[in-house]
């Protein structure tokens, strides 16, 4: 079946051999971050193609990555002492640069010395890893190689603006740890931005202004955060206009009410230092990836498989409050209420029964429950 070619294929390529374990190990963090985490399968994953180009021996080089096939192609050189070396894989990775098009992108990853790095690649914006302690590699990497991949999948997009939802009590002082670390220390300032409720403002009519532009909520849980008016309010209007949330949990002592509808989200430990800020960035960047590509990729799916592009899709599994939402949307729009397409892994069973009982109406499936519906019927 013909259709529309993939979003995007990732490749990595690095040098083989036990003496490039370091850029192996980075390569297997980019294939789970990206595609799928083979340890936990029950998580949900972004499914993007990755596939790896290396070689059985050193001194040969990988077959050439064919470039055009995807909608867009970005390849990652894993650059170590030992591919630098060689001049036949110099010759490979330099060859790339210049065979990429107009949509694609080429990425030097330096575990070497920048000033290494062989003619033709060393032309590209490479992300510096030798500069970077190596306890931090993996999480500098990640971010930049999302980041990456944001900005190839829409290269016109704004600065993602992040709402920072905190409880003024207890979580000012990391709410601007972390607005200063994505405006000015993250590296990735014309990325983000941060937004805040102009003093006297109603957060229900902020968020409807700028529902479309406002692309995540980091809500700081901290001790009192559930116990706040407003920072309850934050979350709700968040969820019900479909703004993705990340929570950073930074309970110190306890909370008397832990809030229910904070749940079904990325969730980051505060640990009040760097690393922290960085997992906060990974998450963030994870989300708005998630919900530039997600979509592209159901579109190709229908195209693929002749599936219905009628369908609601959404960036998140379903829980009460979203598909009461989604209730309530397609009634005020007469539009009849049926699959509400959500990412996989499907939902387990006992979630699945529970939302079933509530409102039997609408059937949450996953691609992969559609893919396997449309083999079967045909």
């Not at 992108?105 to 010395?113: N, R």
């Not at 079904?264 to 690393?275: A, K």
């Not at 002749?306 to 939402?325: I, S, W, Y």
């Amino acid at each position: 079946m013909i259709g529309d070619p993939p979003v995007v294929i990732v490749y990595i390529v690095r040098y083989p051999g036990p003496g490039s374990a370091r850029a192996e190990a980075l390569g297997n963090s980019m294939f789970a971050a990206l595609y799928a985490d083979l340890a936990a399968l029950a998580s949900r994953s972004l499914g993007i193609e990755v596939r790896f180009r290396t070689s059985r021996l050193p001194g040969t080089v990988p077959v050439p990555v064919p470039f055009g096939r995807a909608q867009h192609t970005a390849v990652f050189v894993l650059a170590d002492d030992r591919l630098v070396a060689d001049p036949a894989w110099c010759s490979y990775v330099g060859g790339l640069a210049s065979s990429a098009g107009r949509t694609d992108l080429v990425v030097p990853v330096a575990i070497t010395d920048v000033e290494n790095l062989p003619p033709g690649l060393d032309q590209n914006q490479a992300i510096r890893l030798a500069e970077v302690p190596e306890a931090e590699q993996e999480t500098v990497l990640l971010n930049r190689v999302m980041h990456d991949l944001c900005i190839l999948l829409d290269p016109d997009a704004q600065k993602v603006k992040v709402f920072l939802s905190y409880a003024r009590r207890d979580g000012r002082p990391i709410m601007e740890a972390v607005s200063n670390h994505l405006r000015f220390v993250a590296g990735l300032d014309d990325f983000f931005d941060t937004a805040d409720v102009p003093d006297g403002t109603r957060f229900a009519d902020f968020l409807k202004e700028r529902a479309g532009s406002l692309h995540a909520l980091l809500a700081i849980q901290t001790d009192t955060y559930a116990s706040r008016e407003w920072c309850r309010l934050e979350v709700l209007e968040a969820k019900r206009r479909h703004v993705p949330i990340v929570v950073l949990s930074a309970v110190n002592v306890s909370e008397t009410r832990s809030f229910p509808y904070i749940g079904n989200t990325p969730v980051v430990r505060w640990c009040g230092d760097e690393t922290s800020l960085r997992r906060v960035v990974r998450a963030l960047l994870g989300e708005v990836l998630w919900r530039r590509y997600f979509p592209r990729r159901v579109e190709a799916l229908c195209e693929e498989y002749n599936l219905d592009r009628g369908l609601q899709v959404f960036a998140h599994p379903p829980e009460l409050v979203t598909m009461l939402t989604y209730r309530a949307e397609m009634t005020a729009e007469g539009a009849a209420i049926g699959e509400y397409l959500y990412p996989d892994p499907p939902l387990g069973t006992e979630e699945l029964q529970v939302l079933a009982q509530l409102d039997p109406d609408i059937a949450p499936v996953t691609p992969i429950i559609l893919q396997a519906r449309e083999m079967r019927s045909s």
